[in-house]
Nanobody, 123 residues
Framework: QAQVRESGGGLVQAGDSLTLSCEAS????????MGWFRRPPGKGPEYGRE???????????SYRDSVKGRFTISRDNAKNTVTLQMNNLKPEDTALYYC?????????????WGQGTQVTVSS
């Protein structure tokens, strides 16, 4: 069964760093572009999720403007993992973070949404 599991979130102060990890299973991970999304606090399911960053099977990366220069996405196809290194965190980065297979900045549905990992940045 295809699934993803996110980890690495936590409570940090503004300016700190965190590394999020996502382990995928049950599908041909190396065939898929992968991405990170987030849902800010107070936003229900109807809000959806904001695309944050993506990496193609050939390791081309892309980022939303607000995280460029601060976040770095990478992948390890041997371990079926995708990582989001987050530096210089800001309070507005506070959100529940999810990983998923993507087509461009859009969820592709290859893996069901996981539980996510909470990132909280205090000012």
């Amino acid at each position: 069964q295809a699934q993803v599991r996110e980890s690495g979130g936590g409570l940090v102060q503004a300016g700190d760093s965190l590394t999020l990890s996502c382990e995928a299973s049950g599908s041909s991970f190396s065939d898929h572009s992968m991405g990170w999304f987030r849902r800010p606090p107070g936003k229900g399911p109807e809000y959806g999720r904001e695309w944050v960053a993506g990496i193609t099977w050939s390791e081309t990366t892309s980022y939303r403007d607000s995280v460029k220069g601060r976040f770095t996405i990478s992948r390890d196809n041997a371990k079926n993992t995708v990582t989001l290194q987050m530096n210089n965190l800001k309070p507005e980065d506070t959100a529940l973070y999810y990983c998923a297979a993507v087509r461009g900045p859009y969820y592709s549905g290859v893996y069901p949404w996981g539980q996510g990992t909470q990132v909280t940045v205090s000012s």
